[in-house]
């Protein structure tokens, strides 16, 4: 049977791996974009390229929602009942799918774990120590919780990048989310002096640790 941290490696491992193949898409699209002269072309050939970029990036967009699904509940599970959820989880994510199509099942997929995102968040800010981190520390892992709610929110808002209502409010959050994200996990110890938190045990090692 596979260790925790054996199991958070991979889960870390192949979500690094999604997120450098879909950085890669869309900086190629991007270029290709510009010196192709695609603006330029006639709106059908316009559409007819962004359709074969979303084509190429949709596969390794579903994983990162599968993983995300997976990843989130991690805090809260133990190994055996997080495989069991990542199992229940897929089988729903494909019945939705078959009923309602990909898009709506993928939806439910990351409405589900910002639901769970949101519960590790309060407890993360209530200094819970039964949430599973690989890292110690009580800024490191509300930084950590930030970080995962802002990626959460950021694919979910690209769903409703056309509803300006929706579009505004996620976009701002997210930023929001993910900055305080990145400040709490990278100077925890000046976030520490900063608020005059008194050291723990294991917050004297937070510095420059990577938040997963």
């Not at 897929?90 to 019945?95: F, N």
């Not at 949101?118 to 407890?123: D, F, P, R, Y």
Request: hydrophobic letters at 55%; charged letters at 10%; glycine letters at 4%.
């Amino acid at each position: 049977m596979k260790t925790k941290s054996s199991y958070d490696f991979y889960l870390i491992l192949a979500t690094a791996v999604v997120l450098f193949v879909i950085s890669v898409v869309c900086i190629y699209g991007m270029f290709y974009f510009k010196l192709a002269l695609v603006h330029q072309m006639p709106s059908a050939m316009q559409v007819q390229y962004m359709d074969r970029i979303n084509t190429i990036i949709s596969p390794f967009l579903i994983c990162l929602i599968l993983l995300l699904g997976i990843c989130v509940p991690k805090r809260l599970l133990p190994t055996m009942w997080l495989n069991r959820f990542a199992v229940t989880l897929i089988v729903v994510a494909g019945i939705v799918s078959f009923c309602w199509g990909i898009k709506t099942s993928l939806i439910v997929v990351l409405i589900a774990s910002l639901v769970l995102q949101l519960l590790v968040l309060v407890m993360a800010l209530a200094g819970s120590q039964s949430l599973n981190f690989e890292k110690k520390g009580y800024w490191v892992r509300l930084g950590s919780s930030l970080l995962h709610l802002g990626l959460i929110l950021f694919i979910l808002d690209l769903f409703f990048h056309e509803n300006q209502t929706l579009h505004l409010p996620l976009f701002w959050i997210t930023t929001a989310a993910t900055v305080a994200g990145m400040i709490f996990c990278f100077y925890a110890d000046t976030v520490n002096r900063l608020v005059r938190r008194k050291p723990q045990a294991d917050d004297h090692s937070e510095k420059n640790q990577v938040c997963f």
